[in-house]
């Protein structure tokens, strides 16, 4: 006799509950208590109230079969999330095949173009985006490093990965910003998604992604890295447009500009340090997701260090730790090096 | 100065009401509540009451108040940076309150022009760009508004500075590029809200003489506000005293000096240093001289250099004369009356 029959038998639901009892042991421990057989009186006498069970689903369907226990709930989860994928693919499958496409196309641009191309290419970028020589020469410096230790290909792949996904959050982060920042009613429906998304364990969205896509995809990494990367660039745009000075908003409205004058002449150039300094965590994260997304087939450092876990590789996955630490230090000045530049040439009074 | 210009902006039984329903509490304070009493029993803040204000094309109008007193908020409802809760806003015989977003943003682009107590010049542009911008925000080329803006720079005294960007300017030449800003834009009217009140002494005074020869060269009309008194004597050709919201007094600055209507305006005018301020025209006796003169003064001097003139002494009488007539007369006695405040402020006292 289980400790909540009475309950039931009290309420007058014993009928209900028997209606469509099954048999049969439903644990490992219920079928270790039936192997051992007729050891069940003598627990029961051992009960008080001391080791009264909380009424968990489980206990509750110890005395009443109706009751669904837990592990319900998660196969009926499963079992949803099985019943609308289909239609869910058909939706997001289209959408999100640009994705595949960008992402394999600048794997193959990166690591199929000779390096002694490839270094100075990024070399200039470098020198475009920072206009610093102390970082152009920084760069040259780790990239040179990793390819003398023959990482040259997987911190290509890495990269290609970043530039890709970092290039998505922006294209779609910033609108979102722009929205927010506009709309407190927006800010307010959408930052508990971002507050999720950033707290939400990598790895469990990558659990329902692997059942929407082939894990051969590249778009499944890709959907995971912008997912979690995506936060900052959109908190930050809101924060900064928020934050541009209302006596210069005032101005531009006194002078009768439209919004669209307002938004692209005042309010994305004076929120531009913050925005950057978002692009910044957001190149930063996706470059932390990258290593988790190796589980999910992304090339690149991170098979390395898996490999090093995996098959207790200590120095392969040290030095593609390295690899991935120095990649980080990397576009954190390339991007700081971006945002000092902007910041002295708008600096506000 | 003729003796009727025409008015360009008219202000006619203004409100302003702050708060969720402005509308209701209207009715309480034409019922005649009071600013502290509504604010207690409603919770909303009266902003402006009962503003009858005509504005005359080519003067100065100064809009005086201490802070509080709705004079920002009065100034805003002229190009509808704020709407009213009731009332009518005339420019040039039309009601713009009917006006929609459209024709308002013409009238903010092409008569009316903004200056700001906190500059609010845009700090990513140049200083030629920032004077160039109403123009810019209309939608002229480039070297189309060059121009304009230059010559205004010029005008302003800051030619030199074109290339650089605000920041790296003091206070006094940012307002300048901020008077600059609003000349380009070619508007007979300009509103300015405590333009020179951040600034320090000695510059503001630059900066009125600036404005007064501007004036004296351009005839626009122009709205200033201010919470110095000595600055609205010197600037003012009609003055209008905001308190709690309400035209207190409002006329030629020299009458209000002279005959304040209530105590409030007498505590006002009670520190100024009247000799300054006070013109003969304001004391002589019009008219015909009798007796023998020991000099001329002009109708617009102050009564400091007649007192300077008469070297202290209390006898000598002067001509007043005005474009080689003779208009009046003024006895010293009259000078000494004059520096007196008037008299239910020393009875008080």
């Known amino acids: 006799m289980a400790t909540y029959d009475?309950?039931?038998?009290?309420l007058g639901l014993r009928e209900w509950c028997d209606a469509d009892a099954r048999t049969g042991p439903m644990s490992m421990e219920d079928l270790m208590a039936s192997a051992q057989g007729g050891s069940d009186d003598s627990a029961e006498a051992a009960r008080s109230l001391w080791d009264l069970p909380f009424p968990s689903l489980d206990a509750l369907a110890e005395s009443c079969a109706a009751v669904p226990r837990s592990r319900d709930l998660t196969v009926g989860l499963e079992r949803g999330f099985l019943d609308i994928r289909d239609s869910l693919k058909v939706v997001v499958d289209p959408v999100t095949q640009p994705l595949s496409w960008m992402l394999r196309e600048m794997l193959w641009i990166m690591t199929a173009t000779p390096w002694w191309i490839m270094i100075p290419i990024l070399l200039v970028i470098t020198w475009l985006v920072g206009r610093s020589w102390r970082v152009v020469t920084l760069v040259a410096v780790f990239i040179g490093f990793l390819a003398f230790v023959d990482h040259y290909v997987p911190a290509m792949q890495t990269m290609a990965i970043i530039f890709v996904c970092a290039f998505i959050c922006v294209l779609f982060g910033v609108p979102i910003g722009i929205a927010m920042s506009r709309s407190d009613r927006l800010q307010r429906s959408v930052t508990p998604i971002l507050d999720m998304l950033q707290t939400l364990p990598p790895f469990v969205y990558l659990i329902p992604l692997i059942f929407l896509f082939s894990v051969t995809e590249p778009k499944l990494y890709g959907i995971a890295i912008i997912l979690y990367a995506i936060v900052p660039v959109i908190r930050l745009t809101d924060l900064g447009i928020r934050l541009v000075d209302k006596d210069v908003i005032e101005a531009a409205d006194a002078f009768g500009m439209t919004n669209r004058q307002k938004l692209f002449g005042v309010q994305i150039p004076l929120a531009l340090p913050n925005i950057m300094a978002g692009v910044n965590q957001t190149i930063m994260m996706s470059l932390a997701m990258v290593v988790i997304a190796s589980l999910v087939s992304a090339p690149g450092l991170g098979v390395l260090v898996l490999r090093g876990i995996r098959n207790l590789e200590l120095g392969t996955g040290l030095?593609?730790?390295?690899?991935?630490?120095l990649l980080a230090i990397l576009l954190d000045r390339v991007t700081k090096s971006a945002l000092a530049r902007i910041d002295t040439s708008r600096k506000q009074t | 100065m003729t003796e009727n210009p025409t008015i360009k902006v008219s202000i006619r039984d203004l409100y302003k009401i702050f708060g969720s329903d402005p509308r209701g509490a209207l009715a309480k304070v034409r019922a005649g509540m009071g600013?502290?009493?509504?604010?207690?029993?409603t919770g909303h803040v009266l902003g402006l009451r009962d503003i009858n204000v005509d504005i005359a094309e080519g003067r100065i109008t100064v809009i005086m108040g201490l802070s509080g007193s709705g004079k920002s908020t009065l100034i805003r409802h002229l190009n509808r940076l704020i709407e009213p809760t009731a009332g009518e806003i005339f420019v040039a015989g039309e009601n713009i309150l009917t006006w929609n977003?459209?024709?308002?943003r013409r009238l903010r682009r092409e008569a009316m022009s903004m200056v700001f107590q906190k500059f609010a010049l845009l700090p990513h542009r140049t200083v030629l760009e920032n004077a160039g911008t109403p123009l810019a925000t209309r939608g002229t080329r480039r070297r189309d508004w060059e121009s304009e803006a230059h010559k205004w720079l010029n005008r302003v005294g800051l030619g030199g500075n074109a290339e650089q960007y605000p920041h790296e300017l003091s206070g006094g030449m940012q307002?300048?590029?901020g008077i600059a800003r609003a000349l380009t834009s070619n508007a007979g009217i300009m509103l300015m809200d405590?333009?020179?009140s951040a600034l320090d002494p000695l510059i503001r005074s630059d900066m009125q003489d600036l404005l007064i020869e501007l004036q004296g060269e351009l005839q626009k009309t122009i709205v200033f506000i201010t919470h110095d008194l000595d600055e609205a004597l010197k600037l003012a050709d009609h003055l209008v005293i905001l308190k709690d919201g309400a035209v207190v007094q409002q006329g030629d600055?020299?009458?209000?000096?002279l005959k304040p209507a209530d105590p409030y305006i007498e505590d006002f005018v009670a520190d100024i240093n009247r000799a300054r301020v006070v013109r003969v025209r304001s004391v002589m006796q019009a008219g015909p001289v009798d007796g023998a003169t020991v000099g001329d003064v002009a109708p617009n001097d102050?009564?400091?250099s007649v007192i300077a003139r008469a070297g202290g002494a209390m006898d000598p009488r002067f001509r007043v004369v005005h474009d080689d007539k003779v208009i009046g007369f003024l006895e010293m006695a009259m000078v000494m009356r004059a520096l007196v405040p008037s008299q239910s402020r020393t009875e008080a006292a």
């Open chain 1, 6 to 10: 009475g309950v039931f038998d009290a």
């Open chain 2, 253 to 257: 600055p020299q009458h209000i000096l």
């Open chain 2, 175 to 177: 307002q300048r590029v």
């Open chain 2, 194 to 196: 405590e333009a020179f």
């Open chain 2, 101 to 104: 977003e459209t024709r308002l």
């Open chain 1, 319 to 325: 030095v593609a730790g390295l690899g991935i630490v």
């Open chain 2, 302 to 304: 102050n009564l400091e």
């Open chain 2, 35 to 41: 600013k502290a009493e509504l604010q207690e029993t």
